[in-house]
């Protein structure tokens, strides 16, 4: 039960922790479009590196390790897919609704709706990234933010576009934030089961962070980048995100996991100690048992 408790703690904390820090692009946004545009620029290479980073060297082999390697790439594909369709989905419903009279009425709903859908996939990537361990938990939480920030820019430019009010905007993608929270918890719930199949869910949450970071970001790079330079500072970002995220997850895992496994350690040998009815180890039990034999030999 303590242990439920604490993970749901970290859940909890961590999902709004990434809603906050994610809302952090949106902000400046609003404060200075100079300044916002600035922050896109470095953080949308860095977001791709660490989310290839979280996939390929936290996400992929957590899953591994917890079940089927055949499991976690279903799950993969499954995630990739999914959110292609999801995407699909909306692009079509977009596209429906064009001629609609009300055209910027609805054009602000999709934005917030579908900045709500994907908030709530980050809360299941991050609650399953926390079912496994909590340096996997920080990490993966740590990366979706950052990729958030740009998404969220994204978002605060085109409902500024559409006549929104600035306070209105901060409100409206606060209580979307949520959204993170609320889907983290539902899936630590429906993820903590015992017989729940934890690696095809870190599979399907490396497959829409890997598509996020395949079909949107760095698509975004290559149209952004310099095309008088080989290398410019977005590459660069990219590959320092790969190296910061990555010696970020070794560190993690390290020293994170090592102190929580020599807790757990300690507290079930308290346990095993404390517990009535039980002798605290073999040498205690047969010394038990030859002083018993002693007195029914004297006898």
């Not at 600035?38 to 936290?58: C, E, I, S």
């Not at 009279?101 to 709903?109: G, P």
Request: hydrophobic content about 45%; proline content about 3%; charged content about 20%.
């Amino acid at each position: 039960m303590v242990m439920f408790m604490d993970l749901l703690l970290y859940i909890l904390i961590f999902s709004i922790i990434g809603g906050l820090i994610s809302l952090i692009g949106g902000v400046l946004l609003l404060g200075s479009k100079q300044h916002g545009k600035k922050l896109v620029r470095y953080v949308t290479p860095f977001a791709a590196g660490g989310l290839l980073a979280t996939v390929f060297l936290d996400l992929i082999k957590e899953g591994a390790h917890e079940g089927s390697i055949d499991n976690v790439l279903y799950g993969v594909l499954f995630g990739i897919l999914g959110f292609f369709l999801a995407e699909r989905f909306l692009h079509w419903f977009h596209h429906h609704h064009e001629e609609d009279e009300a055209h910027n009425k609805v054009s602000s709903s999709l934005i917030i709706t579908g900045d709500t859908i994907h908030n709530a996939l980050d809360g299941v990537a991050i609650a399953a990234a926390f079912l496994i361990s909590i340096p996997t938990g920080i990490i993966t939480t740590l990366a979706v933010a950052a990729h958030e920030i740009p998404q969220e820019i994204g978002d605060f430019g085109l409902l500024l576009e559409r006549g929104m009010k600035r306070k209105k905007i901060l409100l409206v993608n606060i209580m979307s934030s949520l959204a993170t929270t609320a889907a983290a918890v539902l899936t630590y719930l429906v993820g903590s089961s015992e017989n729940f199949p934890i690696e095809i869910l870190l599979g399907v949450s490396a497959g829409f962070l890997l598509y996020i970071a395949m079909s949107d970001i760095i698509p975004t790079i290559h149209k952004q980048a310099n095309r008088k330079k080989l290398f410019d500072v977005q590459p660069i970002m990219l590959l320092v995100g790969v190296l910061v995220v990555g010696l970020s997850i070794s560190l993690a895992h390290r020293y994170i996991d090592h102190g929580h496994d020599d807790h757990a350690t300690e507290t079930s040998q308290v346990q095993h100690k404390d517990e009535p009815g039980k002798p605290h180890d073999d040498a205690d039990s047969h010394a038990a048992d030859d002083h018993a034999k002693e007195e029914d030999h004297a006898d």
